[in-house]
Every structure is written in C-alpha cells, then in structure tokens.
C-alpha cells in the first residue's frame, strides 16, 4: 500500500478549497441581496449546496492521506481514481509497458491501446523511486523506459 503523499500539500489543497468556497457563498450571497430585495428559498438551497461541496470537498483533502494511492496485488496493482469511485484494477498481462515522462509521471501504456498514470506529486519522491522499482520487478523488460 503506497500512501498519497505529504500531508501539508493536502491540508493547504483542503484549506484552498474551503477559502474558494467559502468566498464563492458569500460573494453569491451579496450579488443575491444586490439585486433582490430578499433570498428565496432556492437561493437559500443553491448557498446552502455551495457551501456543502467546499466542506465536503475540503475534508477529503484532509482525510486523503489516510487512503491509498496505489497497491500492488499478485495478479493486479490498484490506482485510485477520484473521489466516489472504485479503484482503477489493472492487471500485469495488461500493461505493455511503462514509460517515464518528464519525470513527473509514469504512464502505463496499455495492450488495447489505452494509458494509466501515476502522478509524481501525489506520492512523496521514495515512495516514487519505491513504485518504479516495484514495477521494473513485475514487468521486467516491459518497463526499459524506466
């Protein structure tokens, strides 16, 4: 199981998020009361979901380093993808190979044609170099561009 890494970067993400939404709600909120004389019951809803999402949006951020980013199984490795949905399941025999771009990501190129990345910035740097070696040792010469 590799971790999404630092927790300060996601703690400032989750604070970012919140301050948007935030300044979102009360910026709708005067342009709400500028041009109307009172809030509605659907303006009341639309502030009340606003607020909602940035909440709901920021706690994730700060929960997140408790998730995984990636595992690695026998058959198969796991990516998480966004929020709400399953883990992206991608089986070795799938993978044609593996290729470093900019540093930055590892880009696994699929057997129909299709790729999964595994973003740098998500994971702290040993876990990283930790995922390429994992790689190099279930793909072998599949993972050259490594």
Sequence with gaps: MFPYGSSVAWKRKGNNVLFYYAALGVVSLFLLLLFQSG?????????????????VKALYYYSIRKKSYIEFHEDHLEIAQIPLLKSKQINYNQIHNVVM???????????DGSEETIYRDKLTDVTFNQVKGILVDQLGPRSAHL
Aim: proline share 0%.
């Design 101 to 111: 771009i900019n540093n930055d990501m590892l880009t696994l190129n699929m057997v």
């Design 39 to 55: 809030l509605t019951s659907s303006d009341k809803l639309l502030l009340g979901g606003t607020l909602t999402i940035g909440v």
